[in-house]
């Protein structure tokens, strides 16, 4: 295979995979409200409403997916490393993503709304189950726009987009 098409292999992974991982994320945090044994940690952070800092959530997301991110390295290892670094990028942009949308959602410039937050400020326990993204919940139905921009909001202290806990 020529490095071009090694390059072109590994940069489809990487896409797939990003896509993919946002989709598996929705799912699961959908699932986490239906299941009592898989939902209990997720209602306690419902009842404390906050992330756990950016490192601790991205090493849960890695935890959990670990074994698929290395799947495709039996493939190849153009395909292996694309797939790896899509999947590693997403759980590092959800678990910045998470964490901005407890602290400081009005950053969360890529989305109209920061479906997240209104999650947990309107106890949304049926719609708005993305954490990074809002692509699955049109996708299938459960985007619930609101007027989330309050005075609540508005008079948030102004910080930084890393102005956020990471441990």
Not at 5 to 12: N, R
């Amino acid at each position: 295979m020529t490095p071009l098409a090694k390059l072109a292999v590994g940069t489809a992974c990487f896409a797939v995979a990003f896509v993919l991982a946002s989709l598996v994320e929705y799912w699961l945090h959908r699932l986490m409200h239906v299941s009592p044994r898989i939902g209990e940690r997720h209602r306690d952070h419902h009842r404390r409403n906050e992330g756990q800092g950016v490192v601790w959530e991205f090493r849960d997301y890695v935890k959990g997916s670990c074994l698929v991110m290395f799947l495709l390295f039996f493939y190849s290892l153009a395909a292996g490393i694309g797939w790896f670094l899509g999947g590693l990028t997403y759980a590092a942009f959800s678990a910045y993503a998470h964490q901005l949308q407890h602290e400081n959602p009005t950053k969360c410039f890529w989305m109209k709304m920061p479906v997240h937050y209104v999650h947990h400020k309107y106890g949304m326990w049926h719609h708005n189950f993305g954490l990074a993204v809002d692509w699955w919940d049109r996708v299938f139905g459960t985007y619930k726009p609101v007027e989330w921009l309050t005075e609540e909001e508005l008079e948030q202290p102004k910080r930084g987009y890393l102005q956020l806990r990471w441990w």
